[in-house]
């Protein structure tokens, strides 16, 4: 028997808990059209009563998603809970997402309510939350760690006064996949079958995954994840990993998922650009090395046959075998061939300046790659948001061991041109501190990140920065064979981001 599995992201919300990550609403909003064309069953969005960003992506995105459901996190809190769901109330399909920890240990050292007092809360809350909403998941906050006849006791409750689906959470990855199949196991032999079953399973111990499988063959229906794994300290049980799993191993799971897992790479490139976190190249699935051959046994042997070494085709996740190489002599027809072969689909805006970039890259670079052009059209996707945005001209550095180092930048924005100069503990210091002059503005560096995206010393450089504006943190992308021109670009994109959501949103 064939058993269809739902599936549940919170990319948006548990993702964008881990350190560093901190979306905008465009950025959020992009991520969920792709989660939606994906094809995964609910969109967690945020988290409406934390913040007044948080709130406003929520409802953006239930305005905006029709084909997956927007689900809204709250406490049990009525004001929380009043919060959540007047987010979600345009939404086609949405689900209101309740949690209360239920571990004695949480309830009190963070709580500090005794058992008694919780289960009158969960109560009251639940009561409220029904009036305002028709779907309400129940989530028990470290669930694995709590009593598990109390905690059988609290979903039970939670069930008869208004939830239609309860969520057992692995909150701080304790538990282990044998010890979680078997409270799942319990759980659902104490429902019968009432109500869905979800997991959502934290990878402290690495076994995010393990234990999220072990729920699902043990009557979970549901179960939660994020792109990449992203999330709070070691993350989350992460969405290709799982899909994949039940996909390959159909034999053993007999599950099934809606998820179309061609599109797998292309959701975690976009998560790794938009989020400025970058997927380790051994990442199982969408990892740059996850199909990679490098022992002449194993090259010789997928060669003659891809299943030797090969347990996924790399095609079923969309991942393609380049067969297009692009150098300093390609046009715009191989530079097309190229998008299509990639299956990234552009407005002809787009591919015309990503096309411009390529031209100046190949210039200077003798091959252009895969990863090159991925770059390329991801920098001029984030771009074509920004309306008159600042733009570099040019930048000189003077810098050395015995000096202090001096930076001077000139842009243009609207026609009109800005140079400043700035000094700093290093050249690029130096010009980040001229760019804060241009903006008039004393953005903070909270995160600066290098990476290569080719190999040779002419590869593409490309930089991430994360920058603080009073409670706002943006992040930009720069990319360059030059890294201090990479770094300069990265932060204006950031500042352009900082003015363009000040514009739209009125800070
Ligand atoms: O980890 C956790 O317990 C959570 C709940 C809010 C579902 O994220
Ligand atoms: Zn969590």
Redesign the pocket.
Known sequence: MQRMIRVFD?TL??GEQMPGVSLNIGDKLRIAYNLERLGVDFIEAGFPASSKNDRRAVEKISENVSESAVAA?ARCDINDIAVAADAISKAKKGLL?I?IATSDLHLRYKLGLSREQLLEKVAASLDYAKTVYGDIQF?A??ASRSDPEFLIKVLKLAVEHGATRI?I?D?VGYSTPAEFGALIKRIDDSFCGSVPISV?C?NDLGLAVSNTLSAIQNGASQF?CTVNGIG?RAGNASLEEVVMALATRFDVFGCKTSVDTKLLSRISNIVSSVTGVYVPPNKPIVGSNAFAHESGIHQHGVLNERSTYEIIDPRSVGIKSSKIVLGKLSGHHAFEEKLAELDIKQSPEIVESAFKAFKDLSSRKNTVDDDDIRALVEEAIIDSHIHDGFELVSYQIQCGDTISSMGMINVVRGGQCFTEAGIGAGPIDACFNALNRIAGKEFKLINYGIKAVTGGTDALGEVSVRIEDGENEFVGKGVDTDIIKSSIKAYINAINRAMFTENIYGG
């Open positions: 919170t919300r548990d996190l997402h949690f989530s906050e470290d969520n959470p909150t959502h934290h939660d709070e």
